[in-house]
């Protein structure tokens, strides 16, 4: 009979939901063992396909299995530079683990008894990082003498640089914020992905040999000819989707709205959790409702709770969503985790309104009930109002989190880079160039906002091509 999938340690919900500390402890060698020893390595193993970078799955857990854990990072560092922060933000329900031969057929996401490759991934990424095992450069000839310049450092950037510098190419990074990361450091809350983890996997960049400049703001400080006229011979741009979408209902200017965004980046970048100690403040209300259904509303949801929790305010923190759980884009790890913590779901809700008081304050939130209709463009049951079902709730604080389009500083001094209606850079697929030679692009400002690991994808896409392009010079 097969065994039973091991359970992952996690830090009590009461403890976890009153700090900032890593919620998911991890798997002991013991733990790692058991779990891996569940993988029946199937012959035509479709989780290598389900993910979107192809780390050799089979491969990695035979050695776990072998007790070869060496080996089983190197295996992954073929195809992925970061093991360790990928292990813990993966969405590996809805890719590599829904295809393992343990979940069933036409389930919308992996069945429990999947084998937990993510946290698999993460025993071998931490292992490696404890043994500060690293990978070599290679040593061409001709692309030693070349460089590239990266414009962003989060997945999508980051990941291209690493491939570039695995080959011999000097690659320098151009941050516009003050510490490096992306979404990686002020999108996600350091309780899924401890900053000691994330400065880990970037310095394994920089041994590569990756130089990273950070306030450098290409498109203000410098353009993309300038960068070409200084002697880089290919740029990769990483630019991410900055600008949050919002909702257009009346009152959604009132103060004490926040999108996902700027909520996320105070709490995250700027250390707002421990106000007044940093002054960066960002207001803690009573009653908090937060706005979508994917990982960043969890995200903000659980932020929220934490921090009602630490200034001793009754916990009052909402996630609405217009259509039902099974809809939902996040996690379902980060799901489970925010009702553990007591974060309360109101499904089927499609907010109308905010209402402010006399000061321009939020102080309720109107809203209709829904219904789920036919499947609309995404493939999801579209949302209907059930007709006279209005109601309205306490509201002193709202975040929405319905998503983030390009980010346009670049793009808008840059008319002969082609972008389409929704801003984000167009790419050949295939090889993710650009309509100017020598810029190809990857992450959320082609396509939109993504995963991870979807962006690192496209960042290795990018980087073969890159390499191609080299050497054609």
Known sequence: MKKQPVSVKEQDSA?????????????????????????????????????????????????????????????????????SICGRVCPAEYQCRRVCVFTKKGEPFASKEAINIHFLERFVGDHGAKKSLQVKADNDAKLSKMKVAVVGSGPAGLCCAGELARRGIKVVIFEGL??????????????????????????????????????????????????????????????????????????????????????????????????????????IGK????????????????????LQNMNGIKPDTTIVYRRTEVEMPARRLE????????????????????????????????????????????????????????????????????????????TSVTPELTTDKYGDVTVNPETMATSIKGVFAGGDIVGGEGTVIEAMGMAKRASVAIVDYLLKL
């Open 15 to 83: 403890i976890r939901a009153k700090s900032f500390e890593e919620v998911v402890l991890g798997f002991s060698e013991e733990n790692a063992l058991e779990e891996a020893s569940r993988c029946i390595q199937c012959k035509e193993p479709k989780c290598i396909s389900g993910c979107p970078v192809g780390i050799n799955i089979k491969g990695f857990i035979k050695k776990i299995t072998e007790k070869d854990y060496d080996g089983a990072y190197f295996t992954i560092r073929e195809k992925n530079n970061f093991p």
């Open 335 to 410: 799901i489970e985790h925010a009702k553990e913590e007591g974060v309360k779901f109101d499904l089927l809700v499609k907010p109308e309104e905010f209402v402010g008081d006399e000061k321009g304050f939020v102080k309720k939130m109107r809203a209709s009930r829904c219904k789920l209709g036919e499947p609309d463009a995404s493939g999801r049951r579209r949302p209907e109002v059930i007709p006279n079902s209005s109601f309205e709730v306490d509201c002193d604080e709202a975040v929405v989190a319905i998503g983030l389009g390009a980010n346009k500083i670049l």
């Open 178 to 283: 003050h510490k490096t990361g992306g979404v990686l450091r002020y999108g996600i809350p350091p309780f899924r992905l401890p900053r000691n983890i994330l400065d880990s996997e970037i310095n394994s960049l920089k041994k590569l040999g990756v130089e990273i400049n950070t306030n450098y703001i290409v498109g203000k400080a410098k353009t993309i000819d300038e960068l070409f006229k200084e002697g880089y011979s290919a740029i990769f741009l990483g630019l991410g989707a900055g600008i949050p979408s919002f909702m257009g209902i009346p009152g959604e200017n009132l103060c004490n709205i926040y999108s996902a965004n700027e909520f996320l980046t105070r709490v995250n970048l700027m250390s707002a959790e421990k106000f007044p100690e940093y002054h960066t403040p960002v207001t």
């Open 287 to 306: 009653h908090i409702v937060v706005i979508g259904g994917g990982n960043t509303a969890m995200d903000a949801a659980r932020v929220a709770i934490r």
